[in-house]
């Protein structure tokens, strides 16, 4: 489904600073980028019929009592039975119940910018039928209790920018109708599990942590439409599995991790990517040729790594570039259409890399010795040529493999 898309800019703000979550804390309602979820107004309002009212009032009171500190007084509300009249809480008619015998549960929480310092308590599963609960900005700490994993309904978890720590939090994995999963600004540390990517997400986000160890080769069997793994610890190669791609993917930011090995011919199946960033790694060997398949491509950036040899004319012919950055790189020349950048409107940074005649280069002695020049990128197996994903059918007969892996803890 094709719906609102997130503006380039946006995307960047949001990896370089804490950011606001798409739907503020003074209402329930909104949608996100790819159109995929979204929440409906709901209307505080109190029903004494309401059977799930002793379970919401017990998990909010519990909730409640375990913050600490309330500098804007959201939770001068949070008292009495109808759960629906305090701030910060969204109800709606209960689903699958006829309208002679509706009754009000509650849909969603948001608490954005609230700063509210405290943590979460496993009685928020009580929640029967929450569906959003959006903590962008607030100073919560701890864990993500297991208990998660219970709430059904949920679709959209926004925990971005507050104090969270500890390993990945394997119960939202398990949240069966979660699509929308925004880690960020936090310090949740360790490696991804594999399961992430196989999770029918519409967003990943998880820059701005300390995650660590190899990206899971299951990456690219995602069927998100963005995903950020940003200023994070990240080492390794970039998982070359490109059998498993989606070509639904539109923006991938992995800049400024400790990636090396080379930029994977793969790339060339991410045939609906929009930016690439790759930004601030140690990825080194030659650019693949496959980079030309990115059609729709407007943001490319590879700088600050160790990349060499030509810019392959190629990808200076992408018909959608709008900035193609590849600064501090080792880059010996690049061809007269890279030239012609300029005159197309398009941001062209290529300081600090080998180019003789150009000015900003790199000083001749450390053009002599090139980090990973030896570094041979022929180590993709292929039973057949690689090419562009669309000329290989990617779009309408390579469907996802899916995988299969135990039970989490």
Same mark, same amino acid.
């Given at each position: 489904?094709?719906?609102?898309?997130?503006? =380039?800019?946006? %995307?960047?703000?949001?990896?370089?600073?804490?950011?606001?979550?798409?739907?503020?804390?003074?209402?329930?309602?909104?949608?996100?980028?790819?159109?995929?979820?979204?929440?409906?107004?709901?209307?505080?309002?109190?029903?004494?019929?309401?059977?799930?009212?002793?379970?919401?009032?017990?998990?909010?009171?519990?909730?409640?009592?375990?913050?600490?500190?309330?500098?804007?007084? +959201?939770l001068a509300s949070w008292f009495g039975p109808d759960v629906c009249s305090y701030r910060g809480v969204f109800c709606s008619d209960a689903p699958g119940v006829p309208i002679f015998a509706s009754f009000r549960v509650v849909s969603? +929480?948001?608490?954005?910018?609230?700063?509210?310092?405290?943590?979460? %308590?496993?009685?928020?599963?009580?929640?029967?039928?929450?569906?959003?609960?959006?903590?962008?900005?607030?100073?919560? *700490?701890?864990? %993500?209790?297991?208990?998660?994993?219970?709430?059904?309904? &949920?679709?959209?978890?926004?925990?971005?920018?507050?104090?969270?720590?500890?390993?990945?939090?394997?119960?939202?994995?398990?949240?069966?109708? =979660?699509?929308? $999963?925004?880690?960020?600004?936090?310090?949740?540390?360790?490696?991804?599990?594999?399961?992430?990517?196989?999770?029918?997400?519409?967003? +990943?986000?998880?820059?701005?942590?300390?995650?660590?160890?190899? #990206?899971?080769?299951?990456?690219?069997?995602?069927?998100?439409?963005? #995903?950020?793994?940003?200023?994070?610890?990240? *080492?390794?190669? +970039?998982?070359?599995?490109? !059998?498993?791609?989606?070509?639904?993917?539109?923006?991938? &930011?992995?800049?400024?991790?400790?990636?090396? !090995?080379? #930029?994977?011919? !793969?790339?060339?199946?991410?045939?609906?990517?929009? %930016?690439?960033?790759?930004?601030?790694? *140690?990825?080194?060997?030659?650019?693949?040729?496959?980079?030309?398949?990115?059609?729709?491509?407007?943001v490319l950036n590879i700088a600050h790594n160790q990349l060499s040899g030509e810019l392959p004319e190629l990808v200076c012919d992408l018909r959608s570039l709008a900035n193609l950055t590849v600064s501090y790189n080792f880059f010996?020349?690049?061809?007269?259409?890279?030239?012609?950048?300029?005159?197309?409107?398009?941001?062209?940074?290529? *300081?600090?890399?080998?180019?003789?005649? @150009?000015?900003?280069?790199?000083?001749?002695?450390?053009?002599?010795?090139?980090? !990973?020049?030896?570094?041979?990128? $022929?180590?993709?197996?292929?039973?057949?040529?690689?090419?562009?994903?669309? @000329?290989?059918?990617?779009?309408?007969?390579?469907?996802?493999?899916?995988?299969?892996?135990?039970?989490?803890?």
């Open positions: 489904m094709q719906g609102l898309r997130l503006p =380039l800019a946006v %995307v960047f703000l949001q990896v370089f600073t804490p950011k606001s979550s798409a739907f503020v804390g003074t209402g329930g309602a909104g949608v996100w980028f790819n159109g995929r979820g979204g929440s409906t107004t709901q209307t505080p309002s109190s029903n004494p019929q309401d059977p799930n009212s002793n379970r919401e009032y017990t998990a909010l009171q519990a909730w409640r009592s375990a913050m600490t500190e309330d500098p804007y007084g +959201i969603g +929480i948001d608490l954005n910018h609230a700063y509210l310092k405290g943590s979460l %308590v496993k009685e928020l599963a009580l929640l029967d039928h929450l569906s959003f609960l959006h903590l962008n900005s607030n100073r919560f *700490s701890g864990t %993500v209790p297991d208990s998660f994993r219970e709430l059904h309904y &949920l679709s959209e978890l926004d925990l971005s920018n507050n104090r969270f720590s500890g390993p990945f939090p394997t119960s939202t994995l398990l949240i069966p109708n =979660l699509i929308y $999963l925004d880690l960020r600004f936090n310090s949740f540390s360790g490696e991804v599990p594999d399961e992430l990517f196989v999770k029918d997400l519409d967003a +990943i986000f998880l820059n701005n942590n300390q995650f660590g160890g190899q #990206i899971p080769m299951t990456l690219w069997a995602s069927p998100a439409s963005v #995903i950020t793994l940003a200023n994070n610890q990240f *080492s390794g190669s +970039i998982p070359f599995n490109f !059998g498993y791609m989606s070509s639904r993917i539109r923006e991938v &930011l992995f800049l400024n991790n400790k990636l090396t !090995g080379c #930029i994977p011919e !793969g790339v060339g199946y991410l045939t609906d990517v929009e %930016v690439l960033d790759l930004s601030f790694n *140690s990825l080194a060997g030659h650019l693949p040729s496959t980079l030309s398949c990115l059609s729709e491509v407007e010996s020349g690049f061809s007269l259409d890279c030239a012609r950048l300029f005159f197309r409107n398009v941001w062209f940074d290529f *300081s600090g890399n080998c180019i003789p005649g @150009s000015d900003m280069q790199r000083p001749p002695p450390e053009c002599m010795g090139i980090p !990973g020049g030896g570094l041979s990128c $022929l180590r993709i197996p292929s039973t057949r040529p690689l090419a562009c994903a669309g @000329s290989m059918g990617q779009r309408d007969g390579m469907n996802r493999v899916p995988y299969t892996f135990p039970s989490l803890p």
